[in-house]
């Protein structure tokens, strides 16, 4: 598989039914019920409208949430969700108070983090949140040359961390990303395995992932039947709207 790129309902008065010749002899609690019922089938006919129209104006990609609920008592998500942290990340020039987001995660007790280097380019400072709300604020920021990989650096003990893979995922394998997709925190989605790819001699060779992944996951890690760490994600790709979308992600193996 090659990879390139509102009804308003106006309700009528009650003289409408008091004037029909063959609602005439009811009594006015009667005429109530039949006031109520029609009210209501009005209601049931408006919602049934309205639903028809919601996959127009809600977000057409809503797969990740799904399969993220499916996911929610996986055994390898509930171990692996605590060591995926939110990146908030301060960047030199920005104006004061702004900031912008992103996804890594943990792979040492003291805090090793790993994210996309196009996630912290250009970070004055960056605030790590873990799952339970805990902040840590670092500067000490490494780039990774030659491949989109940044390490943030944390001094802290007893941290949630994801253990590494020590082999390459294989075509066909299942995987599991975790990441902050459309900013919804800690997201679990599964997928397989396409294959590897490298489009020049000095580009690093990355791999392909058929799931449901969205924007904001890039810096999530691509984690084998085992919990460890294969890959990162670092983009996604849509080759056209009859094909499933593609994690594409570096291998573990870039680390230094």
């Known amino acids: 598989m090659n ?3 509102r009804f308003e309902w106006d309700s009528e008065s009650d003289s409408f039914w008091e004037d029909d010749p063959e609602d005439s002899y009811l009594p006015p609690r009667r005429r109530s019920w039949f006031i109520r019922i029609a009210a209501a089938i009005v209601l049931i006919a408006f919602i049934a409208f309205s639903f028809a129209w919601l996959p127009r104006i809600l977000p057409p990609h809503l797969d990740f949430l799904h399969q993220n609920q499916e996911l929610s008592q996986d055994q390898l998500v509930i171990n692996s969700r605590p060591a995926i942290v939110g990146i908030q990340v301060m960047k030199s020039g920005a104006i004061s108070g702004s900031a912008s987001y992103g996804t890594g995660f943990n792979i040492h007790p003291q805090g090793l983090i790993i994210t996309n280097r196009h996630v912290v380019e250009d970070a004055q400072s960056v605030q790590i949140t873990f799952y339970e709300n ?4 670092s500067d000490a920021i490494e780039i990774v040359e030659g491949v989109d990989l940044a390490i943030i650096r944390l001094e802290d003990n007893d941290l949630p961390y994801l253990p590494l893979g020590d082999q390459l995922a294989t075509t066909g394998d299942t995987v599991t990303i975790i990441g902050n997709p ?15 790819y490298q489009g ?4 690093p060779l990355v791999f392909s992932i058929e799931a449901p992944i969205e924007p904001g ?9 085992q919990g460890q760490v294969v890959g990162i994600v670092y983009a996604l790709q849509t080759p056209n709207s009859d094909m499933p979308r593609l994690a594409l992600a570096i291998p573990i193996t870039y680390l230094p």
Do not use: H
């Open 3 to 5: 990879t390139d790129n």
């Open 217 to 225: 996951s890039s810096g999530s890690p691509v984690l084998n039947e």
């Open 200 to 203: 020049s001699d000095a580009a």
């Open 182 to 196: 459309r900013g919804v925190s800690r997201v679990a989605i599964r997928g397989t395995v396409e294959g590897y």
């Open 134 to 137: 805990k902040e840590i604020i």
